[in-house]
């Protein structure tokens, strides 16, 4: 197809999309954005959305905010790249210095170091890496139902078949599954718990388990929190048998749900931490937050990478980390959450009652999990892709979650104003009553 210099129209887009680019990338929607500020974005042909899905969870501060923008251009007139083993900088200090204060401040004074790498897969695959290096340990656990990202490693942790590991086997091994709690499905914290030690008795000895990874509240799993009991409970295990506890916070950080790190809403101290996605406003950044002595065992040159804490994405953070702090958006994650529940829930009372059959949120990690007949062993994908479908058609952009699909869930930009986030809502409620009447 010859390429010309005319305004593009999305139809047009999606047909040069298909022959320039795989089928397997996801695109279903539709839309290719032209420009976007704060918690809007309008396509090429000049529609407007409202974005309640930010990126999938990157842009809790919005589409290029203004104080982001500025440290942008301001660290693009000094040094865009020097690899921080070449020459170091200080942007990528000073931030991880703020992310150690930050993620040892609930502890029990352990100090906290951090490397930083580029994506989410990035920072799950190397902090298992330097899991089993720390402890001479093959093993790792994750849990059904979590994400962990798609790099060979990451794939392996992650607890769902369909899309993500059908057949790019051989994954790497000494990888095993445990259930994650979820009391609407009846899955309880004893129930968990008890399977671990399951897996300790018949799979492989706890003395060989390097490190278990948890997403405190799963993402794609269909944004389900473990109860503080569970993961207080994990550590505990983790602590009796030299295993490390590593919590990923790539979808979950940066105030999402209504805390800096969804990890603070149960107590538990990690020995590492990952995050991605909202930690620089839209540019690749990923951390792992590792405490000192751990990351410190570590030789010299087990470590590294050329793009890792690029100085322009690391000036974004700093940014980012500021306006959470400024603008108060750990507060605003609350109210935020708070305002889309109570719609939810009126709506599950009326014409929801037999589809929604779980309404849940940590913060403004909100979802709705749909069903048929109320009953939670039947999971509503198709229910949950017409809303959604319908929504977008009206200008509100959603996704789905889930180990089904059947999970309506937002990423709302912790920036939104309330006439913007009823205005959203009002998009969602027409969507819903249009699909459930048919």
């Not at 809007?40 to 990157?58: S, T």
């Not at 405490?291 to 793009?307: V, W």
């Not at 017409?386 to 709302?412: C, E, F, P, S, Y």
Request: net charge negative.
């Amino acid at each position: 197809m010859t390429v010309t210099n005319e305004f593009p129209t999305n139809e047009l887009m999606v047909a040069r999309r298909m022959e320039a680019c795989p089928k397997g990338l996801p695109s279903k929607s539709g839309i290719y954005a032209a420009h976007a500020q704060g918690a809007e974005l309008w396509d090429i042909e000049d529609k407007r959305y409202i974005d309640f899905i930010a990126g999938i969870g990157v842009l809790n501060v919005g589409h290029r905010h203004p104080k982001v923008q500025a440290a942008i251009k301001d660290q693009l007139d000094k040094v865009v790249h020097t690899c921080f083993g070449v020459a170091q900088y200080e942007p990528y200090v000073a931030l991880a210095e703020k992310l150690n204060a930050l993620v040892g401040h609930t502890g029990n004074g352990a100090a906290y170091k951090t490397m930083f790498m580029n994506t989410g897969s990035e920072a799950t695959e190397h902090v298992c890496k330097f899991a089993r290096r720390v402890t001479g340990r093959p093993g790792l656990i994750s849990f059904e139902g979590s994400f962990h990202g798609r790099t060979l490693l990451a794939t392996a942790l992650t607890g769902k078949a369909q899309p993500y590991k059908t057949g790019f086997d051989p994954l790497p091994g000494y990888v095993f599954h445990a259930p994650y709690p979820d009391e609407y499905k009846g899955i309880s914290t004893e129930y968990a718990l008890s399977r671990i030690q399951e897996i300790f008795s018949n799979t492989i000895r706890p003395e060989d388990v390097a490190g278990v990874i948890i997403e405190p509240v799963q993402g794609e799993g269909g944004f389900v929190q473990a109860p503080k009991e569970f993961l207080q409970g994990l550590r505990k295990i983790c602590t009796e048998h030299g295993i490390m506890f590593i919590a990923d916070e790539v979808q979950t950080g940066f105030a999402r749900t209504g805390k800096m790190f969804a990890i603070e809403h149960s107590g538990v101290e990690p020995d590492f931490l990952v995050c991605a996605k909202s930690i620089a406003g839209g540019l690749p950044l990923s951390a792992i937050i590792g405490k000192a002595e751990l990351f410190d065992s570590i030789p010299d040159g087990g470590m590294g990478s050329t793009y890792g804490g690029n100085p322009v994405a690391c000036a974004a953070a700093l940014a980012v980390l500021d306006l959470i702090e400024e603008d108060g958006l750990i507060a605003r994650a609350e109210q935020i959450g708070a305002r889309l529940e109570a719609r939810w829930k009126n709506l599950q009372a009326g014409i929801g009652k037999d589809v929604f059959g779980d309404v849940r949120r940590v913060g403004a990690m909100a979802g709705i999990e749909m069903v048929v007949d109320g009953d939670p062993a039947k999971p509503n994908a198709e229910i949950a892709g017409a809303i959604q479908k319908v929504a977008r058609d009206k200008g509100l952009i959603m996704l789905t979650a889930g180990k089904k699909a059947h999970v309506i869930r937002t990423h709302v930009p912790l920036v939104i104003s309330d006439e913007l986030l009823d205005e959203g809502l009002d998009i969602f409620e027409e969507a819903t009553r249009e699909v459930l009447a048919k």
